[in-house]
């Protein structure tokens, strides 16, 4: 199986930063199959980008994903006090489908 | 509005079953792949079971395979997961997740609020 590393652990900023999230592959991921979740504390997770780069319907654009291969990256070019969550990766071009470990993004 | 409403979580103990449902209304069932996705407390997610939109399509997590079959019934827009021999590392939060299309590899565009399954004796 695809196994997704996320780096850094945690990711301390403050409101109006910008934040740079890695996801790194085992192997290449196939058709750029990459996923981004955001999940707040006591919520569901929530789709925010897909296929590396498409925005999820009600993705704020200040969300980017890049990446292709093995090496992806989720951009929050100015975080929202509501951005500070947990964030998830996950690869759906082979199976099984799998995450990363999160990255929490803190105040 | 996309909604799905997990049922059937609780207590139960070691080598016990255990089999949850989750109603799905607000899209066309019929067309979307579905998934369960679990949680265990403090941890990340980890993918359990996708389920194509006709179920000729079916995979499992290596972590709970021959253990857990999903099913679903089109006709009452509703998924299952029956869970057989539980352990205490089956322990979690169950989501049940829509699939972005009909497959069974593709994001997961909408959660439930999740199923609480705890293995204890």
């Known amino acids: 199986e695809v196994v997704l590393t996320q780096s850094p652990g945690t990711l301390s900023l403050s409101p109006g930063g910008r934040a740079t999230l890695s996801c790194r592959a085992s192997e290449s991921v196939t058709n750029n199959y990459l996923a981004w979740y955001q999940q707040k504390p006591g919520q569901a997770p929530r789709l925010l980008i897909y296929?590396?780069?498409s925005r999820a319907t009600g993705t704020p654009d200040r969300f980017s994903g890049s990446g292709s291969g093995t090496d992806f990256t989720l951009t929050i070019s100015r975080l929202e006090p509501e951005d500070f969550a947990a964030y998830y990766c996950q690869q759906y071009g082979s199976s099984p489908p799998t995450f990363g470990q999160g990255t929490k993004v803190e105040i | 509005e996309v909604q799905l409403v997990e049922s059937g979580g609780g207590l139960v103990q070691p080598g016990r079953s255990l089999r949850l449902s989750c109603a799905a209304s607000?899209?066309?069932?019929?067309?979307?792949?579905m998934h369960w996705v679990r949680q265990a407390p403090g941890k990340g997610l980890e993918w359990v079971s996708g389920i194509s939109w006709n179920s000729d399509s079916t995979g499992y997590a290596d972590s709970v395979k021959g253990r857990v079959t999903i099913s679903r019934d089109n006709a009452k827009n509703s998924l299952y997961l029956q869970m057989n021999s539980l352990r205490a590392e089956d322990t979690a939060l169950y989501y049940c997740?829509?699939?972005?299309?009909?497959?069974?590899?593709?994001?997961?565009?909408?959660w439930g609020q999740g199923a609480l399954v705890t293995v204890s004796s």
């Open positions: 607000g899209f066309r069932f019929d067309e979307y792949g």
């Open positions: 296929v590396t780069a």
């Open positions: 997740v829509k699939g972005r299309d009909f497959r069974v590899l593709s994001p997961f565009d909408y």
